[in-house]
């Protein structure tokens, strides 16, 4: 009788729990972060495969978890994600990610297809009325509506918006920011989209108004604006490319112009994103680090402001996993259920990450040398 494969998983049993017992949390304990596993399986795939045999062992049902949000949270906190050694499936992924340009302009319309052109109506019963699919701004705020309303507001006091200035915004989402900017500030605004799903109701949403939705790569843009911006765009550049999106930005921003970016952010430098969330979420995606932002904007820019308010992504999570989760009764009729544990996972697991300050939420503020300096310290 063979008895190894027992013995391997009784020992990825015991190494597991024994470093998830560091973190607080306890296999089949009584606490909401604690794990419940209904799989034997779910050690080894863990250890071997770390976060994408955690988030896919999720999707398959081998394991479930009350609060996993929290239990993230205190993965991260005790440091877990350093403490399992690397297998040779994540060596070879960093170092494909390292040796090769995976946002080049042919790769960067695969997020738009299998993420953000999943279908409006999943985004339509998570989202505020807007549409708002960045984070949320919540110093004054008790909603996700006024949070949301806030954020761009926050944005257009930033780039000191004024009656007719005309803006280009790289990527963006279904309009949010352009509407706004649009109908409260009375400006011009240019924005440019890959996801084709996201352009046709960005266009319903902004009829009427002085803003023009152009479905195109940012690095295809042209022309001269007072301000350029980009919410929730650089975490799909790739680290290859920042200094592109920086002379994109510097070919198209006025002399006495100002320009924005506002983005999710990694405390390291980094040339590889977390396995399971590109494969699953954001296929090509790539946080930037301080170092990253800060080495492409030498160039040209001087930087004017650092705003970092990473905490309120937690919130802005939860809020849209809330509305997911009310409104499941009416999104399985498209959706099944391994899709909603993967969506699950994502939110969640996504808000332990900001939780746990692992990820940050930046907005930068950035102006051409020789430009008086603008007042944008507006938070």
């Known amino acids: 009788m063979i008895i190894k494969p027992m013995g391997e998983t009784m020992k990825a049993r015991n190494i597991l729990t024994e470093l998830l017992q560091s973190a607080g949390i306890e296999i089949n304990g009584n606490h909401p972060w604690d794990v419940q596993v209904h799989d034997d399986r779910f050690y080894q795939r863990v250890l071997r495969d770390t976060e994408l045999g955690l988030g896919e062992s999720y999707m398959d049902g081998w394991w479930d978890c009350d609060a996993l949000d929290e239990m993230i949270n205190r993965i991260f906190l005790a440091r877990l994600d350093a403490k399992v050694k690397a297998s040779p499936r994540l060596v070879f992924h960093a170092l494909k990610s390292k040796l090769l340009n995976r946002q080049t302009k042919s790769r960067s319309r695969i997020v738009g297809e299998q993420h ?5 109506g999943l985004y339509q019963a998570m989202l505020d009325n807007r549409m708002n699919y960045t984070c949320a701004y919540w110093k004054e705020a008790e909603t996700l509506e006024k949070a949301q309303e806030d954020k761009l507001d926050l944005v257009c006091k930033k780039i000191d918006l004024k009656p ?3 803006v280009l915004e790289l990527g963006c989402g ?5 509407r706004y900017a649009a109908e409260k500030y009375n400006a011009e605004v240019v924005a440019v989209n890959i996801s084709k799903e996201q352009v046709k109701l960005a266009r319903e949403l902004c009829k009427g108004l002085p803003v023009e939705i152009k479905l195109a790569d940012y690095r295809d843009v042209g022309g001269e604006y007072d301000a350029v911006v980009s919410i929730g765009i650089l975490e799909h550049v790739g680290y290859k490319n920042y200094q592109t999106y920086m002379d994109v930005v510097d070919r ?3 002399a006495d112009g100002i320009a924005f970016v506002h983005t999710i ?20 995606g790539m946080l ?3 170092a990253q932002i800060g080495r492409s904007l030498e160039k040209s820019f001087v930087m004017e402001d650092w705003h970092n308010f990473g905490p309120d992504y937690d919130k802005t999570l939860m809020a849209w996993y809330a509305n997911v989760d009310k409104a499941w009764p009416q999104l399985k009729e498209k959706y099944d259920e391994r899709f909603y544990r993967m969506w699950r996972f994502y939110l969640l697991s996504s808000a332990g990450g900001f939780r ?3 990820t940050q ?3 930068v503020v950035f102006t051409k040398a020789g430009r008086q300096q603008p007042d944008c310290r507006i938070v």
Request: aromatic letters at 16%; zero cysteines.
């Open 174 to 178: 279904w309009g949010s920011f352009a």
């Open 265 to 284: 952010g990694s405390n390291i430098s980094k040339t590889a994103s977390n396995r399971w969330t590109e494969k699953y979420i954001f296929p090509n």
């Open 356 to 358: 746990s300050r692992q």
């Open 164 to 166: 007719g200035m005309k």
């Open 252 to 254: 198209t921003l006025k």
């Open 361 to 363: 939420l930046w907005q």
């Open 116 to 120: 953000y052109d999943l279908g409006n």
């Open 288 to 290: 930037p680090s301080v």
